[in-house]
């Protein structure tokens, strides 16, 4: 009778997956020791990839050992409960030999205590420089999520939830222990299953990929957890000295000061400070962020630091960056703060004095929401006395157009506000995911704002707080960038924010009533046009490509574009090419006309193909590809695997898409074709 666990090793399963890892590291002149080897199904992977170790099981079940030896294979019984005795043991097995790698396959979950399997594996690794690779379980499955919330654990004789299971993990613990245990990961093939042993009873509503709730909690899942759908852990690690348990750090301060500065407006600069040093409660620190800035630059901002107090000078970090657009020095600051809330504080703000204490008493009152206080703004402008000494002075009333609590509905319209005037908890940036759009160089924080507080509600005060300065010269935001990019990004987080499954804050179906009598409403037309006007501007095509392993991130290339509608691939390493697919955007509504793909291989031969040798996720007619769903992608199969020098790849690009063509194309273009009533009223609708 088979046993439950005589697995069988095979290319696309986890024992495939952990040869392929080995493979990587070039194991090879040694053991191979498989630490609870079970029925060792990597030992036939070993042999028919030819790594060049001799493969050495342990095991306390005498039946798995018995049909290892019965097949061959170098294998013994052994019960691991003491460290020195089984190191003994293994030593003498070795008979001078040396290991070349080690595993830990499918045991650890089965262990009241784990870590002395993994003491055991430390020593030989650290001994003999030999990597582990384990595999465990994920206990945070997707699946297994989204059960737990209606009460279900439901334990199987195999699989995630194995009845035999005696130790959890997640990405997180498992990496935590690992590092107590003193490895250090060098290696990750986790094996991902969208729909796991897990997804049952069908007819939950948490389980139905077509439910909304469903779609609320995959966003959510997929945008806090990146291992949403890992099954299996498959990592490996090398073994580290231990280093010596580090003094545990001072207590948090309350609140993360993000100031973003070039160091254009010393005086105001010098007065954001000074604002600082006048707060009613001083539990903050302070990271300044000097972006793209010159040494004559980074002297001044140093030299305002260095005017401040000692007491603030103690709390203020100095971080130049040098690279990204305006989001970048906000997301390494928000990155590194260590505060329970973090607030940007833009470089010339004038803060009141009840600035931070109005966030501590809201965040005392509701602690994970978002804090929002009121703001007042006045136009402001620089002069200059003698080319040098810069003045700043105030030209106009002071406006309360920011004394507004936050709605989301109204936020959609306009943004009420300024940076300043929330503070975010660090919880949600730094473990939840929820970070700027790097790619975004305005309304980089309305974006941030409409996440966070969509995700956790906003709490209000309607104390003012600081004063938001409008300049009306000088370099600014505004000056820098022109209205249509306003524009556009603010429509573009729109267009996103459209496309997420969010939970409206309560009271919100009174005020969705109060919109729809006002005869309000957002056309479909409206977005279509957002999507030609803006969707095309924001990226280059990109090349994936196939290395026998399919298409993932690690095969991603960029382009240089050598001519308006020209783009060229280089720097592809040198190994046989299956497939390339070339992404020619981000979403669809758009056209692809005379396509032409040059693959130059190493041999200096090219090849041309047109769009009629590719596969594709749009329509083909004639010359054109024609995209009505998002992320177009474009396939070409070569016939020969290659190894492929460049690819240079040219075409048109249309942002709009002629539904009549794809009606003629279709062989089932006929009026009872769901399809063809579809394409139909989507027609109509775009031309509204």
Known sequence: MRDKYQNQYATDNIYGSVVEILKDLSVSEGVHLDLGCGFGAIAYGIKENNLHVEYLGIDSNVDSVDYLLSHGCEAYVHEFTDIEATLAFIQTLLKGRSIASISILDVLEHLPNPKLLLEIAHTLSLKYHAPLVISVPNIAHRDITFKLLEGRFDYTETGLLDASHISFFTHQSLEQMMRLCGFEMIRSRDFEIEVSDQHFPADSPLLSADTTVYKYLDWLKGTFDPHATVNQFIRAYLAMPRRSVSAPEDQAPFLSVIIRTQGKRPEALSETLLCLTAQTMTDFEVLVLGHKVDVEHQLIVEKAIGDTPEWLRNQIRFIKVDRGGRATPLHIGFAQAKGDYIAILDDDDLLFDNWIEVFHDLAASAPGT???????????????????????????????????????????KTNYCPASSYAIPRYIYQHLNINFNLELDTTEDWDLLMRSALLCGVSESRKVTFLYRLWKNGDNSRVLHDSVEWQENYDLIRIQLNRTPFIMPPGYIYRLGDLLEGKTQIRFSEEEQVYSKVIGKKREPVLYLDLGEGFSEK?????????????????????????????????????????????????????????RDVDTNGYVVGNRILFLQDDPQITLILDIPAIIKTVTVSYQRTESVDLELILASLHFARPFSVLYRSLRKLKRRLKR
């Open 370 to 412: 978002i804090l929002h206080s009121f703001a007042v703004t006045q136009e402001w402008e620089t002069t200059s006395i003698d080319n040098r000494h810069q003045d700043l002075c105030s030209i106009g009333p002071i406006s309360d157009i920011y004394c507004k609590e936050f709605d989301v509905i109204d936020q959609l």
């Open 555 to 611: 095969s991603r290339y960029g382009a240089t574009q050598t001519s308006p509608n020209t783009w060229q691939f280089s720097s592809i390493p040198p190994a046989h090419q299956r497939a390339l697919r070339l992404d020619p955007g981000d979403f669809g509504s758009m056209t692809i006309s005379e396509l032409l793909i040059d693959v130059l291989s190493e041999s200096g031969e090219t090849k041309r193909f047109s769009a």
